[in-house]
């Protein structure tokens, strides 16, 4: 093969591939993830031998080459989320209104932000867990992309408009990105 990425697969860790779709299992649980794309379909290939996943490519074209890349990178990823976990901490700046945190069901509800009668809502996406302490929100899970993905529904909730920035400085703003083991990423 022309280009060909090598991800090893820990002792903990069992991967299945069906056909374009990736199970990863591992102690803190199961990922999916589906790389099934027409465009790269026929000049990417994808298989499991011994304890490496291999992806490679016969193709000079670089889309495809990256696309190889793109895939080892999400199967690192996966593997690092079930063995270890992602923690996201997020960190609540207010001036004159404090706010009032509520997770209830998949939403986030912000209330009192700016003094504002209604709650604003963000979205937790899949099953990230939200905790609460003071003025430190830490959002934890597998998937750090579902963890990402709430950490940014939780800022946009809370962006303002037509506000002077500099006087205005009330929201919840990302402070970290951490494995569960405490390791920066």
Do not use: W
Not at 12 to 28: N, T
Not at 107 to 123: P, S, V
Not at 156 to 162: E, I, Q, Y
Request: with cysteine; net charge positive.
């Amino acid at each position: 093969m022309k280009l060909e990425k090598k991800v090893v697969i820990p002792e903990k860790v069992e991967i299945k591939l069906e056909e374009r779709r990736v199970i990863v299992k591992g102690p803190k649980g199961e990922l999916s993830k589906d790389f099934d794309d027409p465009r790269f379909n026929t000049s990417v290939i994808i298989e499991k031998k011994d304890k490496e996943f291999i992806i490679g490519t016969e193709s000079e074209k670089r889309k495809i080459k990256a696309f190889v890349g793109t895939i080892a990178a999400h199967v690192r990823k996966m593997i690092t989320g079930v063995t270890v976990g992602f923690r996201y901490t997020m960190k609540i700046v207010f001036l004159h209104f404090p706010m009032s945190l509520t997770v209830k069901d998949s939403e986030f509800h912000i209330r009192n932000f700016l003094g504002e009668k209604g709650a604003r809502i963000a979205k937790v996406v899949g099953k990230t867990e939200i905790k609460v302490d003071k003025d430190i929100i830490t959002l934890t899970g597998i998937n750090s992309e579902e963890v990402g993905q709430t950490a940014a529904n939780i800022e946009r909730a809370c962006k303002l408009s037509k506000r002077d920035k500099r006087i205005f400085q009330d929201g919840i703003y990302l402070s970290g990105k951490f494995l569960q083991t405490g390791e920066e990423i």
